[in-house]
């Protein structure tokens, strides 16, 4: 299915492949083609037809999508729209380039919230492929747990996210892993924090908490040259129709073990 961050339209003496926010110059072209209109179908297929030499092509390129990305691509083009300060398609090229090569690892109780990422963990990408973690738990032993045996070598960044009966009540923070990183650290500093800001609301869709990761990692794709997401660090704490965002939760416990390597 076509990426929502491209279009097709007549260029020169065939078609040209557009990024939405870059109409003047075509990011591919397509010459030979006789029938357009089987094109323009072929686009908009759910399924990528990979037995056709150009939807395999297109699809290396980033330019078809399987079907379930669809809603995590239109999200991501959402909020690069509203990106200020940058270009846009740069932006976006970037974005995908990385998306393209992101698996997600659910540690912990897997959430229907983040079913838009758990189809990309079961299909196997080219390339390099960069893992994720988004993290459920309900308490810092079982936190522990999950994350005392960490490969940092392949877990390039964790989303942390606090559940009670269920339901989640904290969403973040978010962390780029280093190699150096530590859990333990992480684990000791999660209370660390003071309120920052309230806002109440009458009711949150997995659409929120897509959002709100889709920012960071857009983020973190762009080497942090924008700033879209606020979970950088920081927690959204949700109670009955009230979202609390914290300060920053510096990952770095002084009385820890790890510490002593430093001093």
Not at 12 to 35: C, Q
Not at 94 to 115: E, H, K, L, N, Y
Request: charged residues 25%; negative net charge; aromatic residues 10%.
């Amino acid at each position: 299915m076509r990426n929502p961050f491209y279009t097709i339209e007549k260029y020169a003496d065939g078609w040209g492949i557009f990024n939405v926010f870059r109409r003047s110059k075509p990011v591919a072209t397509l010459k030979n083609i006789t029938d357009g209109s089987r094109l323009l179908e072929l686009m908009e297929q759910e399924e990528v037809m990979l037995d056709y030499e150009l939807a395999r092509q297109l699809y290396a390129r980033g330019i078809f999508i399987n079907e379930q990305d669809v809603e995590l691509y239109a999200i991501m083009k959402r909020v690069i729209e509203q990106a200020e300060g940058c270009d846009p398609s740069i932006l976006s090229e970037q974005a995908i380039a990385q998306m393209r090569q992101a698996s997600f690892q659910f540690i912990g109780t897997p959430c229907a919230v983040w079913d838009a990422l758990s189809d990309r963990t079961e299909r196997d990408q080219e390339g390099e492929v960069v893992v994720h973690g988004i993290v459920t738990y309900e308490n810092s032993t079982e936190l522990y747990d999950l994350l005392k045996n960490l490969n940092r070598d392949r877990v390039r960044s964790l989303l942390l996210c606090k559940v009670r009966n269920g339901n989640y009540i904290e969403i973040g923070p978010f962390y780029q892993v280093e190699q150096e990183s530590c859990m333990l650290c992480l684990i000791e500093t999660q209370e660390n924090y003071t309120i920052i800001g309230n806002k109440g609301y009458s009711s949150l869709s997995r659409h929120y908490y897509l959002t709100e990761y889709v920012k960071v990692l857009v983020d973190m794709f762009a080497s942090y040259s924008i700033r879209l997401g606020q979970l950088h660090e920081r927690k959204l704490l949700i109670t009955d129709h009230r979202i609390s965002l914290t300060s920053v939760i510096n990952p770095i416990f002084f009385d820890c073990s790890c510490m002593n390597h430093t001093r």
